[in-house]
């Protein structure tokens, strides 16, 4: 059984940094695609950064140059490092990943595993 549990939200200004955890088991993270997408209020779910098993990283334009996607394989632990965070970037953060290696990995239908959402808040 999957499971992918998130860590580290809060509540920020803007020009703060904040680090996302996600601690993954029943899969090992080196093996798959691991992406972090977000959901603001009113508005769909929202691709944000991946990090292929090869380890090549994708980002969306909007945060390219501010965050960052990691892992730490002995931990089984992906991680997304956010810098200079703006209030756009307000929005429940999730992890998710899928049991293929090949493919599109820039969509939310592209994963099949959930976590279940970490809340970041950047204030103004």
């Known amino acids: 059984q999957v499971q992918l549990v998130e860590s580290g939200g809060g509540l920020v200004q803007a020009g703060d940094s904040l680090r996302l955890s996600c601690a993954a088991s029943?899969?090992?993270?080196?093996?798959?695609?691991m992406g972090w997408l977000r959901q603001a209020p009113g508005k769909e779910r929202e691709f944000v950064a991946a990090i292929s098993w090869r380890l090549s990283t994708l980002y969306a334009d909007s945060v390219k140059g501010r965050f960052t996607i990691s892992r730490d394989n002995a931990k089984n632990t992906v991680y997304l490092q956010m810098n200079s965070l703006e209030p756009e970037d307000t929005a429940v953060y999730y992890c998710?990943?899928?049991?293929?290696?090949?493919?599109?990995?820039?969509?939310?239908?592209?994963?099949?595993?959930w976590g279940q959402g970490t809340q970041v808040t950047v204030s103004s």
């Open positions: 998710a990943t899928r049991p293929r290696q090949y493919g599109s990995i820039s969509r939310s239908n592209d994963y099949d595993y």
């Open positions: 029943g899969l090992t993270i080196s093996t798959y695609p």
